[in-house]
């Protein structure tokens, strides 16, 4: 009798177990979550394009905003694009405070403004505020010497990295709206300026347009030319996923805050591309879409809601791509470059095979 007790006991304590990590992880989360592809409501609740063209035309909607990103700038390189005739491309580097090498590194390889003669690029660093004075008084003595930091009032963590993009954004919208692309990027990524520039004069066949004979594809580069000034390019590596409902995951996502099986379409965040009107739509669409905590989700909801689809390339490697010098040649964008060194002894390779 006692013996039986004991193992209905040891039975049951192993079955509360299991019952136990399988609700951790999160498995039975996603009996409760709704069909993103036919129940999808995410505030604000309802069409918001005739509100987007009423902000870009400066009219107040009928409808008050539920969202804003008010910064307060504390360096905000307000005469980086003035003066400057036909800017092809901004870089928005997403930097932590600390990264003074990489930053320098940056300026010296795939960041330098004067990567081509012929094209205007300019070249800004997003940073946010950490609680050190000395730090801070380094911050500003590089800047003085550089003039390209951007930095706003919002704590520089993990979790606030949507702020930083939004700033990015909003400094856009402000102080450099007239360049064709803007191509966000983390501290951390390799980048081929060349072949960024390649991809944008043709995104949608890049990279096999530059494989084929010229006179085959002459007469689509010069339709989509005509047409560039006003695409709507969300670009880089599109992701189809699910939220992830694991506790121990430092992306769990509880279904009080977004509870759909599947995220809208998006693009990592490490290297992304927006196109002039894509960044002015998706920046007005924030005014009506409830601030998200993961950047590259939140800037996929702000495409969703605008009605931009985002457009893939496998060139943007969102991991680290195995290198060899060979092998970077249409490359446009690859992770896991934190250390500065040998960041730059890798351009300088490609740089000199004439791919970077």
Request: charged share 25%; proline share 4%.
């Given at each position: 009798?006692?013996?039986?007790?004991?193992?209905?006991?040891?039975?049951?304590?192993?079955?509360?177990?299991?019952?136990?990590?399988?609700?951790l992880?999160?498995?039975?989360?996603?009996?409760?979550?709704?069909?993103?592809?036919?129940?999808?409501?995410?505030?604000?609740?309802?069409?918001?394009?005739?509100f987007?063209?009423?902000?870009?035309?400066?009219?107040?909607?009928?409808?008050?905003p539920?969202?804003?990103?008010?910064?307060?700038?504390?360096?905000?390189?307000?005469?980086?694009?003035?003066?400057?005739?036909?800017?092809?491309?901004?870089?928005?580097?997403?930097?932590?405070?600390?990264?003074?090498?990489?930053?320098?590194?940056?300026?010296?390889s795939?960041?330098?403004?004067?990567?081509?003669?012929?094209?205007?690029?300019?070249?800004?660093?997003?940073?946010?505020?950490?609680?050190?004075?000395?730090?801070?008084?380094?911050?500003?003595?590089?800047?003085?010497?550089?003039?390209?930091?951007?930095?706003?009032?919002f704590?520089?963590?993990?979790?606030?990295?949507?702020?930083?993009?939004?700033?990015?954004?909003?400094?856009?919208?402000?102080?450099?709206?007239?360049?064709?692309?803007?191509?966000?990027?983390?501290?951390?990524?390799?980048?081929?300026?060349?072949?960024?520039?390649?991809?944008?004069?043709?995104?949608?066949?890049?990279?096999?347009?530059?494989?084929?004979?010229?006179a085959?594809?002459?007469?689509?580069?010069?339709?989509?030319?005509?047409?560039?000034?006003?695409?709507?390019?969300?670009?880089?590596?599109?992701?189809?996923?699910?939220?992830?409902?694991?506790?121990?995951?430092?992306?769990?996502?509880?279904?009080?805050?977004?509870?759909?099986?599947?995220?809208?379409?998006?693009?990592?965040?490490?290297?992304?591309?927006?196109?002039?009107?894509?960044?002015?739509?998706?920046?007005?669409?924030?005014?009506?879409?409830?601030h998200?905590?993961?950047?590259?989700?939140?800037?996929?909801?702000?495409?969703?809601?605008?009605?931009?689809?985002?457009?893939?390339?496998?060139?943007?490697?969102?991991?680290?791509?195995?290198?060899?010098?060979?092998?970077?040649?249409?490359?446009?964008a690859?992770?896991?470059?934190?250390?500065?060194?040998?960041?730059?002894?890798?351009?300088?390779?490609?740089?000199?095979?004439?791919?970077?």
């Open positions: 009798m006692i013996y039986s007790t004991h193992r209905r006991l040891k039975r049951a304590l192993i079955i509360l177990i299991i019952l136990s990590l399988l609700y992880f999160g498995i039975f989360h996603h009996a409760f979550e709704s069909d993103f592809y036919n129940d999808f409501h995410y505030p604000y609740d309802g069409d918001i394009e005739m987007i063209q009423k902000l870009k035309k400066d009219v107040t909607p009928d409808m008050k539920i969202n804003s990103y008010h910064f307060q700038y504390y360096k905000n390189c307000s005469k980086k694009c003035t003066d400057v005739q036909n800017l092809r491309l901004v870089y928005l580097i997403k930097s932590d405070p600390h990264n003074f090498y990489r930053r320098i590194i940056i300026r010296k795939w960041g330098y403004e004067r990567r081509f003669a012929d094209i205007e690029i300019r070249t800004v660093f997003l940073i946010g505020l950490r609680e050190s004075e000395s730090l801070q008084k380094l911050i500003d003595e590089e800047n003085r010497k550089f003039s390209d930091i951007v930095q706003a009032n704590s520089d963590t993990y979790y606030n990295n949507t702020y930083k993009t939004m700033m990015g954004m909003q400094w856009v919208i402000k102080f450099c709206p007239d360049s064709k692309f803007y191509l966000f990027a983390d501290d951390d990524y390799y980048i081929s300026t060349k072949n960024v520039l390649r991809f944008l004069r043709f995104p949608t066949k890049y990279p096999q347009y530059l494989k084929e004979p010229m085959n594809v002459e007469s689509s580069l010069a339709r989509y030319s005509r047409q560039s000034d006003d695409v709507k390019l969300y670009t880089g590596y599109v992701f189809k996923s699910a939220p992830l409902r694991n506790y121990f995951s430092k992306w769990y996502v509880s279904l009080q805050e977004y509870p759909y099986h599947m995220w809208p379409p998006y693009v990592t965040a490490g290297a992304f591309i927006l196109s002039r009107s894509a960044l002015t739509d998706m920046y007005y669409s924030s005014f009506y879409t409830q998200f905590r993961f950047d590259d989700i939140y800037v996929g909801l702000l495409a969703y809601k605008a009605k931009i689809e985002p457009l893939h390339c496998d060139e943007f490697h969102f991991y680290r791509k195995a290198y060899n010098k060979l092998n970077f040649e249409y490359t446009i690859s992770h896991g470059y934190g250390d500065p060194e040998e960041l730059v002894t890798i351009w300088a390779e490609q740089n000199s095979l004439g791919n970077a």
